[in-house]
C-alpha cells in the first residue's frame, strides 16, 4: 500500500511539474505571442481574460465529472489537451487559430487544476500530514523550467512553435504513462490495511456526502481569489512591465518570471515544515506580509534588477497561500472534498479574470507602477481572514497532526 501511494504522489507531482512547464511557456511569451498574431494592447487583456473564463468553465464542468468518473481520469486526458492546445499557440498565424488554441487551453486547464488539486488533497488527508506545498513546489519546478525554456527561445530568436515543441514532445507521454499510476481516493480506500485509514481517504475523496456551503468556503473563496490577482499581475505582467516601465531588454523581461517561480518553489520546499510547525494561520499571515511587501518594491523600483528584488519577494509570500486555501477546504468540508476544491478553483480564474485586466486597464488609463499598488493592498486582506486556515482538534495540522499508528504514509517520509 505504502508503493502505491508513493508512486501515487510522484505521478501527481510530475503533474503538476508539467502544468507548471506549459504554463510558464505560455505566459513569459505573451509578447512574442502578441508580436505574432498582431494583437493590439487594447485587444490583449481580452485574450488574457478569456483563458480564466473557460477555466472556470472548466472547473465547472469537473465538479459534476467527478461524480461519474474519478478525478485520475479526468486529469489523465486534460494534460494532452493543455500541451497539444499550447502548440497550437505557437502554431498559428491568424487571431482565429490563436482565439481556438487559448479556448481550448483555458477549458482544458481548468479541468486540469482541479483534478490535481483534488486527488492532492485526498492524498494529504491519507497521509495525515501537510504534504500539498509539496506538489505546488513541483509545479513551481515547472515554472522555473518553462521561463528557462521562453528565455532559451527569446535569446535565439526561435519561433513559438520551435520553442514549445521539444517540451510537448517530452511531457506528453511522460504525462500519459506517468497517469497510470494516479491514486483516487476510492483507490486508496481499497489498499488500506486498517479500517480507520479507509475511513479517511474514503470520506475525503468523494464528490458526494455533505453538500459544501458556500457561506464557510467563502473565506477560503475570497482569498484564493486575492492570491491570483496577485500571482497573474506576476505572471502576465511582469515581462511587459520591465521591458515596457524599467526598460529591460526583451530576454531580461522572461527573468521575472523566472525568478518567481525559483522563491516559490524554495518557498513552497520548506512550507510543509513550517505548516507543522508553526500551523497553516500564521504561514498564511506571513505570506500575505511578505507578498504586499513585494509589490511595494516593484511600484517603487527605478530599474529591472530592484523590480526582479520586489517580484522575488511576491513569490515568497504567495508561495504559501493557495496550496493552504485547497487543503483548508478539505478539511472544511472532508466529505465533500471534491466539491469544495472544484468550487474554490474556481475563484483561482476569478482572480486571473480581475486581475489581468484590471492592471492592464489602470496601467493604460493612469500608470503600471500605481497599478501594482492594487494586489499590494488586496493581498493584506488576506490577514483578516487568516483563521479560517485552522485545523480542528481532529485534524491535522497546527499541532494536531494525526498520530503516527493512524498514518497510512509512515514508513515514507523520504517522499
Known sequence: MTDVLRRGRASLAFSFFAQGVAFALLVTRIPAIQDRYDVSDGLLPAFLAAVPILAGVGSVCTEHLVKRVPPSHVLRWAQPVVLLALLGVGAGDGLWQLGLALAAFGLAVGALDASMNMLGVSLQHTYGRSIMLGFHAAFSLGGIVGASLAWAGAHWDLALFVSYLPAVLVLLPAALVGSRWYVDGSGQKDTQAGAQAS?????????????????????????????????????NWSAKYLQDVLGSSEQ?????????MVTTLLGRAVGDFGVRRFGAVAVVRVGA???AAGFGVVAVA???????LGF?????????IVPQTFAAAGRLFPGAADAAVARLNIFNYVGFLIGSPLVGALGDAWSYRGAMLVPMVLVLVTLFYARSFASGPSRYGDGHERPRTADVGRGSNGL
Request: proline share 5%; net charge neutral; hydrophobic share 55%.
Open 199 to 235: 475511513g479517511v481517504a474514503g470520506g475525503v475523496s468523494g464528490a458526494g456526502g455533505a453538500g459544501v456551503g458556500f457561506k464557510l468556503l467563502l473565506p477560503l473563496c475570497l482569498v484564493m481569489a486575492i492570491a491570483y490577482i496577485g500571482d497573474s499581475t506576476v505572471s
Open 289 to 291: 506580509v511578505v507578498a
Open 252 to 260: 531580461l523581461a522572461t527573468v521575472p518570471y523566472n525568478v518567481y
Open 302 to 308: 527605478p530599474g529591472a534588477w530592484v523590480g526582479m
Open 312 to 320: 522575488t519577494l511576491v513569490g515568497f509570500g504567495l508561495c504559501v
